[in-house]
Structures are given as structure tokens and as C-alpha cells.
């Protein structure tokens, strides 16, 4: 089973990185789609996720019950993982994070979009899922399918969402454009709240998102998403697998 050993070995990398990038601390989380079984997806018990190990990882359904039995407790939100792959077929791995940069656009109505280049994975306007709309008070945290299904219609066929008074959530077609994705949803968002004090703040066109994700989608060499995980891998003081 080399591709689950290779999966798992991408995942803990991705837990530390997330880490090491400071897009988690204590909390937030990461995980994969089985490769395996499509119906199944994997997620470290409950952890800080710089200290997850392999020994860690768990094995969910899509309705975010565990497969067998593990001597830890799985986190509460793990419904955000579990009705993402249940909706999208096309997602592999999910991050959540309560990632500090973009939280403010949750709050007040700005509209958080990419505003440079490696930004463009976020696609466009990313929106945001408020939990009081569907269920009035809460505590903020998905805690059951039916709130993680609401979220994930949020996201619709985007690759993001922030929650508000909470985080925000990010898909990939693989580990490392979620990871990606997650680091430079924070980078943006700093990027344009700056900007927003120089000026009139000038946004990636549809025609520039559409190019800049098909070239990153055909992966050449020295660019894209493995050049960026070698670099957080490093960073993170792991051993880099090659993309």
C-alpha cells in the first residue's frame, strides 16, 4: 500500500508545515481522501497539529464516523472534512484554520480576492459561511453533518470560505494545493488589507485567475505546488518527498 504510506507521510508533512507557516497553532486541521476508498477520508485525532504523528491518523465515512475503534478522540469539527468529500468528488485533501489574516473580511463585509498571482488558487471572491444564518446561535463550531453540509454549500464549487467569528476552510485537488492554497489565503489577505490604505486596490481579472491556475495545474518543473512544499518542508525542518 505505498500510495496510503505516501498519502500519510504527505499529511503529517502538511500538519507541520501548516504549523511551521503559522496558519494553525493549537487548533485547525488538515486531511486527505482515502486513496483507496473514495468513501473514507483521513484525519489525525485530536491534536495540536505540530505534534501529529502517523500513529495519529484516523480513518473516517463521509458521515464523519470512524471506521474502528482508536484509543483517542477525533476532533469535534472533522464534519467540515466529511461533508466537503460527501459534495465534491473532485476534492482530496481539506484545511481548516482560524488563520488570523483573512478573519477580518468575515466580519465586515469587505470582499476578501485574490490580488496577486500565487493568490489565484482562492479563484475570486471567496465568501463567507455564517453559521447563525442556518442555525441562529451557536458556539461557531461544526459540530454535526448538517452544519458541515451548510458550510460545504458554501464553498460550492469554489476552492475556499471563511467562517464568520471563526476561520475559514480551503480544498485541493491534492495535499500540497490545499496547503498552498491555505498559506497564501492568509498571505492575500494581508496583502490587500495594506493595499486598501494606498489606494483603490486593483484585483486579478477571470481571465488572469483562469491562467495563472492552468499553468500551476500542469505542474512544470521547478514551479507550482512541489516547488512551494520543498520550500515549507524545509522550512518546517522535515525531509522533503519528491512531487
Request: hydrophobic share 40%; net charge negative.
Amino acid at each position: 500500500m505505498a500510495n496510503l504510506d505516501s498519502l500519510m507521510e504527505d499529511l503529517v508533512a502538511a500538519n507541520r508545515i501548516l504549523a511551521a507557516e503559522g496558519i494553525v497553532d493549537a487548533f485547525g486541521h488538515v486531511s486527505a481522501r482515502h486513496p483507496e476508498h473514495a468513501g473514507r477520508f483521513l484525519l489525525s485525532r485530536a491534536r495540536s497539529p505540530e505534534l501529529v504523528e502517523p500513529g495519529d491518523i484516523m480513518e473516517f465515512t463521509l458521515d464523519g464516523a470512524p471506521t474502528d475503534s482508536f484509543p483517542g478522540k477525533p476532533y469535534l469539527e472533522r464534519f467540515i472534512h466529511a461533508a466537503l468529500y460527501q459534495t465534491r468528488p473532485d476534492i482530496e485533501s481539506v484545511v481548516h484554520s482560524h488563520s488570523r489574516g483573512p478573519l477580518p473580511f468575515g466580519l465586515t463585509g469587505e470582499k476578501l480576492r485574490p490580488v496577486i498571482h500565487s493568490s489565484a488558487t482562492l479563484c475570486g471572491e471567496v465568501p463567507v459561511w455564517d453559521a447563525r444564518t442556518s442555525f441562529g446561535d451557536t458556539d461557531l463550531l461544526v459540530s454535526n453533518i448538517s452544519m458541515g453540509l451548510d458550510l460545504a454549500r458554501a464553498v460550492g464549487a469554489g476552492n475556499c470560505a471563511l467562517m464568520r467569528g471563526h476561520g475559514s476552510t480551503v480544498v485541493g485537488k491534492s495535499i500540497r494545493e490545499a496547503v498552498y492554497t491555505a498559506v497564501y489565503l492568509e498571505v492575500n489577505a494581508e496583502l490587500q488589507w495594506k493595499a486598501s490604505f494606498l489606494g483603490k486596490v486593483t484585483y486579478l481579472s477571470p481571465g488572469e485567475i483562469e491562467k495563472i491556475n492552468l499553468r500551476l495545474g500542469q505542474a512544470k518543473p521547478g514551479e507550482g505546488f512541489n516547488r512551494s512544499w520543498e520550500y515549507w518542508c524545509r522550512r518546517a525542518g522535515i525531509a522533503c518527498k519528491p512531487g
